[in-house]
């Protein structure tokens, strides 16, 4: 169902209530997303992004419901990604002839994936489209999450559409932010952030420099994915600017997997230690086997520090280890400090494994590691205690 934004835009795109997994097994979406799609009817009739493949036909014929489809005089496809592109082999049986107007890279990324030779028009930063009463400006966004990325800007009306950036993957009946919990909102934002975006932080405060330097007014934020921003919109992109700053806030994060609960219970007291030597900090344990993998993601984004501990198993480290400092390495995080912990046998090797992981991560390491034979005693929970207190005051905000 079509939700009215203003005179002249509309929202047709499709909500996923139970959509919990997103980029294949990568992104848990545990509030569900939406496929945000806008029409814009001024003299020329514009479509912006499309919905994912599974709904096509749902898509195409709620669309009909909106206007005849041979009303529609240009599509733009801000990204190519199947998330926002995959209703168009559908769309285009029934109006094949008219032009999509993309990036470079996204007739690349588009003809990849479908094999079509469709009437592609390529845009660059800058160019425009005029369609009435309003102009489209172009603005190209590489790496925001794709080399294909744009931004298309509706003037007079003063809307961004933004595509993958100042989304969130939620699922809601209201179409506005500001129609809900602001603690829940932002939670969503950032979780978003630390897991689609983080990567390319750096070209994002290049693109938030680069269009204030156009001077446009953004009075509306209308992305691909989750609740529209029209009340303050400055606010997420600001949110923006300070996420890619190499965020931290007073935060230690303690990721963990365990067989026998050994290196749990090095985890509990290291936690207490910091406690002990820094009331301020809020810190966080984490099981790695048993966490929304999305979730911690965001945790180790937020934090100013992480510790990481595993037993040893077969000369390494657990499974749910590996695959999780996998994904923190893609997150290209900068500033933030670490340590690693473990509990072993015989051999050991974890700690120093995950030291070498942590480094190719960007993370200074603070300490050398911190080893328990078998089943901590008494003595070895003290020196957990003890680790916990130096990692508290080597992070310590200065």
């Known amino acids: 169902m079509a939700k009215k934004i203003n005179e002249y835009v509309k929202w047709v795109g499709k909500t996923d209530w139970e959509l919990k997994k997103f980029h294949g097994d990568e992104y848990n979406t545990i509030n569900g997303s939406s496929y945000n799609s806008y029409l814009i009817e001024d003299e020329k009739v514009v479509l912006i992004d499309t919905a994912w493949k599974p709904f096509d036909e749902e898509f195409v014929n709620n669309l009909k419901k909106e206007i005849d489809l041979n009303k529609i005089d240009y599509i733009i496809a801000n990204h190519g990604e199947v998330d926002h592109s995959g209703s168009l082999p559908k769309l285009m049986k029934e109006i094949p002839n008219t032009p999509i ?19 592609f028009v390529t845009v660059k930063t800058g160019d425009t489209l005029n369609i009435g009463k309003h102009t489209l400006t172009f ?24 595509n993958d950036a100042f989304g969130q993957h939620m699922a809601s009946e209201f179409l506005y932010a500001d129609e ?8 969503e934002a950032i979780k978003y952030y630390a897991n689609i975006v983080a990567p390319f932080s750096m070209m994002v405060k290049n693109k938030i420099n680069e269009i204030l330097k156009m001077n446009v007014k953004i009075d ?36 963990y997997d365990t067989m026998w609960n050994d290196t749990r219970l090095m985890a509990e007291n290291i936690a207490k230690g910091i ?3 820094d009331k301020d900090v809020y810190v966080k344990i984490i099981n790695t086997a048993k966490s929304d993998k999305t979730a911690i993601l965001a945790d180790v984004f937020k934090s100013k520090a992480i510790l990481v501990g595993s037993p040893t198993v077969n000369n390494g480290y657990l499974y749910s280890i590996a695959g999780i400092m996998e994904m923190i390495k893609g997150l290209k995080l900068k500033k933030k400090k670490a340590a690693s912990f473990g509990s072993f046998g015989w051999s050991g090797e974890a700690v120093k494994l995950l030291n ?7 993370f200074e390491l603070v300490n050398e ?4 034979m078998w089943t901590p005693t008494e003595e070895d929970k003290q020196k957990c205690i003890d680790f ?7 992070t310590k905000e200065e």
């Open 369 to 372: 590691g911190l080893r328990c």
């Open 101 to 119: 107007y993309c990036t470079a890279n996204g007739v690349k990324s588009i003809k990849g994936q479908y094999h079509e030779e469709w009437n």
């Open 275 to 277: 406690n002990l030597a």
């Open 356 to 362: 070498e992981e942590l480094t190719k991560s960007g």
């Open 180 to 187: 809900i919990d602001k603690g829940v909102l932002y939670n």
């Open 220 to 255: 509306m934020i209308c992305p691909s994915h989750g609740l529209i921003w029209r009340k303050n919109p400055e606010e997420i992109v600001n949110k923006y600017y300070e996420w890619a700053d190499n965020y931290k806030e007073n935060q230690i994060t303690i990721l």
């Open 388 to 394: 916990g207190k130096e990692i508290a005051e080597k």
């Open 139 to 162: 603005i190209e966004a590489p790496m925001l999450h794709w080399p294909d990325t744009m931004f298309t800007y509706m003037d007079k009306e003063n809307i961004l559409f933004s």
